[in-house]
């Protein structure tokens, strides 16, 4: 079974900082990956994803998130944060064929300082 | 609106009281997933349905649960019997499988359940 380690349970920035967040996971196959974020009172929503290709992606709002295979990382940046970028971020992972079921980590709460 | 959507909100109830809660998905969407999210943790799956049929359960979804999608559309969780520890926020996604390409899981906002 596939497991999601997010390391920074709270991280707080000032504005125009730059973020990483990490995430690391098990899993013995291949993986599709997924950053989703949830802001105050939101529900869930994607940022990006990763299936195959370009192991760089770029998501919303400025974020993109490198895929690297040897390490199970698939970590978070965005060079310049915003105080709008206060939010829940959780990484995710499928296995690349099956159920498709999300096997997320426990998330990571940003709190931008303006 | 074109979302996911999920009814109630909100729920309390009382210990040993049943509660169903309702998710309806993005119309097209063929499949369902329910997640369930404690305070702290990420979403944990529960179950999803690829049109009607229930695919797969999970080991956290006991007895008390069951969950239907009768017509390919809308899903019911009902639990029985509520217990303190049911109390989480229940969280339903959908998607569109097509072939061998996995798509994206969209979440709807989510039940709140205390069970009091």
């Known amino acids: 079974a596939q497991s999601v380690s997010q390391h920074n349970h709270h991280v707080i920035l000032s504005e125009a900082a730059s973020l990483e967040l990490g995430c690391n996971y098990s899993?013995?196959?291949?993986?599709?990956l997924f950053w989703y974020v949830q802001y105050p009172g939101q529900h869930l929503q994607l940022l990006l994803k990763?299936?195959?290709?370009?192991?760089l992606v770029k998501g919303i709002k400025g974020f993109e998130a490198e895929f690297i295979k040897s390490k199970f990382s698939f970590n978070l940046r965005k060079p310049s944060v915003q105080w709008s970028d206060t939010a829940e971020y959780f990484c995710?992972?499928?296995?690349?064929?099956?159920?498709?079921?999300?096997?997320f980590g426990t998330g990571t709460r940003l709190t931008i300082i303006p | 609106d074109t979302g996911v959507s999920q009814d109630p909100r909100h729920k309390i109830t009382k210990r040993g009281q049943n509660v169903t809660f309702r998710c309806d998905p993005i119309s097209e969407h063929n499949r369902l997933y329910w997640y369930r999210q404690t305070l702290g943790q990420g979403p944990e799956f529960l179950t999803y349905?690829?049109?009607?049929?229930?695919?797969?359960k999970s080991r956290l979804l006991s007895d008390r649960f069951s969950a239907e999608r009768p017509k390919g559309s809308f899903s019911t969780l009902e639990i029985q019997r509520t217990e303190q520890g049911d109390s989480a926020m229940y969280l339903c996604a959908s998607s569109l499988r097509r072939g061998g390409v996995q798509e994206t899981q969209y979440f709807g906002p989510g039940t709140r359940l205390l069970v009091l």
């Open positions: 349905f690829q049109n009607e049929a229930q695919l797969e």
């Open positions: 995710a992972v499928t296995p690349n064929f099956g159920n498709e079921k999300l096997t």
């Open positions: 899993y013995g196959g291949t993986v599709n």
């Open positions: 990763y299936f195959s290709g370009d192991p």
